[in-house]
Structures are given as C-alpha cells and as structure tokens.
C-alpha cells in the first residue's frame, strides 16, 4: 500500500473512536434537551387542563391543591418512566435530585433575587418534611425500595398531606387558586383535550429525557445515582426557579415556600414509593449520597426558618455554595 494511504488509513483508526465518543455524547445531550422542553410543555398543559376541569365542575381550588401540593409533574413522569425502564438507580437519584435543586438553586434565587427576606411559614410545615426525610431514610438503609416499602412510603405521604390540610389550609389552597388563574392562559383547547394531550407529551419527554441519561450513563464514567440527580433532577426542574422566584418578586412568598416543603415531602416518600411500586428500586451510593445532600440542605433551611423567622441572601448564597459543592465531590466519586 502507498505510504500516503497506509497514513490516512492510521489516522482515520486512531480519531475513529474519539469521534464516535463525541458524537454519542451530542447526541445524548440533545435527547437530554429535547426530553426536558417536550416534559414541560406537557406538565404545563395538563396542569392547565386539570385547572380548566376543576373550573367547569366548581371543584374547590383547596382540593386541587391538595392534589398537587409538593408535585413537580415533570419530575415525577422522569422518576417513573426510568423506572418503568429497569434504571432504578436513575430513578431514585431524579427524586432526590428534584429535592436537592429545588431547595438549592431554586430557593437560592428567589432568596438572592428577592426584595427582602422570606418569612417562614408555619413550624408544621417547616418540620413535617423533616419526619418524611426520615422515613425516606429508612427505607433507604439497604440501598433497595421494595413494593411493600413503597406502600408504606405512599402512606407516610397520605399521613402528611392529611396533617398539612388539618393544621393549614393556606398554602394547598394557595397553590389550587393559582392553577385556577393560570389555566385560562394557553391554547383554547378543551379543559380533556389539554389534559389528556399534555399527559400523552409528559410520557414521551420523560421517555427521551431518560433515554439521553442512559446513553449519557454509557458513555461516561458517571454513577448511574449521579445522572439522575445532577441531570435529570436539574432539567426536569428547571421550571421551579420560576415557581420560587416569581411569587417571592410578587410578594407572595407562601406559594414559594408551600411549593418548597411540599416537594421535600412528595419526592422523599410519595413519588419515591410509586417507583417501587412500578419497580423495586435497587439504588447505588450516589443516590444516597443525593439523599443526604436533600437531607442536609432541607436542615439548613429549616434550621434558619425556626431560629430566624426568614431567610435572606446569605442563605441563598450559602445553600447555592453548597449545591456546587454537592455536584464537584459527587460528580468524583
């Protein structure tokens, strides 16, 4: 063979398999995207599907904010797609991952952007979540989430809903009115229509959004837990920094701080017990070690709340700190 072809024949095997890494890699992160805009168009029609449907049978805002309290519906429709799919370890970390952002980034900014500190609701609400967390903790001692765990998870989470309606009223009916109020914006589609349509595109974005986590998974030396707390967690989510921001902007920080304890609720029992439910969940140290990071932020928050009454700037700085520290020591390990 010609030297000049025995050259390019070489450099072609030697930059093949960089390329193909390369172009796996684009191409999970444009599944990433695309999931992540597809699940939340979907989760904002069928939110403003369920509102127009509670309209039209004057069913009480306070019952569809029960309903919904704490439930990020992007995040849960990632949690039990991937574990619908076998990616358990997936799975749980997008739960806790949901957690971790939310009470991080989320809450970080409304608190850095915010006028003035936010005053902390209720003591109920701020400790509730804490007693959830624990329950989340113990089934999570053995690294594996059996049905029967789930069920009990479920009922941990019913016992906390009950509890919240019982002792405050405010922030589920403060949340149903809001989705009352918005469900009149966006396409004029009939109230079955939205919902069943934006449920229907929830199902096929949390579907590409897990497929490009798994090819991210595959090619990358990244723990399984990891992607799905760091990424899908994050993308799944990025909507609440505007349910965090915005109503503390308007002077509303109940909803800011009633969507923030809810969802330390939901995702550490309730969301986490329909994955076992849908699959035992068999999880690895990096979701454990989103776990406590959920933990240890819920902590800071609720240790500020009780002590101070508010929460300002410097804890948004702080806990913004230590989700970029979360992220530098998981992403290692």
């Known amino acids: ?11 072609n095997s030697e930059n093949a398999g960089p390329l193909r890494y390369s172009a796996a890699v684009a191409l999970a992160v444009v599944l990433l995207g695309l999931g992540a805009a597809v699940l939340t168009l979907g989760a904002e029609a069928a939110v403003r599907g369920a509102g127009r449907l509670a309209a039209a049978h004057r069913i009480s805002p306070f019952l569809l904010g029960a309903l919904l309290f704490g439930v990020d519906l992007e995040s849960v429709g990632a949690v039990l797609i991937a574990a619908g799919r076998g990616q358990t370890a997936i799975a749980g970390g997008e739960a806790f991952g949901t957690i971790v952002f939310l009470f991080s980034a989320a809450f ?16 109920q609400m701020v400790l509730l979540p804490g007693a959830t967390l624990l329950a989340g903790a113990a089934a999570l001692s053995d690294q594996v989430v059996g049905r029967l765990e789930g069920v009990a998870l479920l009922s941990v989470y019913g016992i906390y809903l009950g509890l919240v309606i019982r002792d405050d009223r405010r922030a589920p009916e403060a949340r149903g009115e809001e989705i009352v109020r918005e469900a009149h914006e966006g396409p004029r589609l ?14 096929g974005g949390a579907t590409v959004l897990v497929d490009g986590g798994v090819r991210l998974l ?33 002077g509303l920080p109940q909803l800011a701080t009633g969507n923030l304890f809810g969802t330390a609720a939901a995702f550490s029992t309730g969301v986490l017990g329909l994955a076992a439910l849908v699959r035992p969940l068999v999880l690895d140290s990096a979701t ?44 290692r390990a």
Do not use: N
């Open 218 to 250: 595959s090619h990358t030396g990244l723990a399984a837990g990891f992607v799905g707390a760091a990424v899908l967690g994050a993308l799944a989510s990025l909507d609440e920094v505007f349910l965090e921001v915005i109503p503390v902007l308007r």
């Open 190 to 203: 009939s109230p079955m229509a939205l919902l069943v349509g934006g449920l229907v595109l929830v199902f």
């Open 288 to 331: 454990t070690t989103a776990f406590l990071a959920a933990a240890v932020l819920y902590t800071v928050v609720a240790t500020v709340f009780l002590a101070r009454g508010r929460a300002g700037k410097v804890v948004g700085l702080s806990v913004v700190l230590l989700y970029a520290l979360w992220l530098a020591l998981a992403s």
């Open 108 to 123: 970080g900014a409304a608190l850095l952007l915010g006028p003035k500190p936010v005053q902390s609701p209720s003591i």
């Open 1 to 11: 063979m010609d030297p000049t072809c025995q050259s390019f024949v070489k450099f």
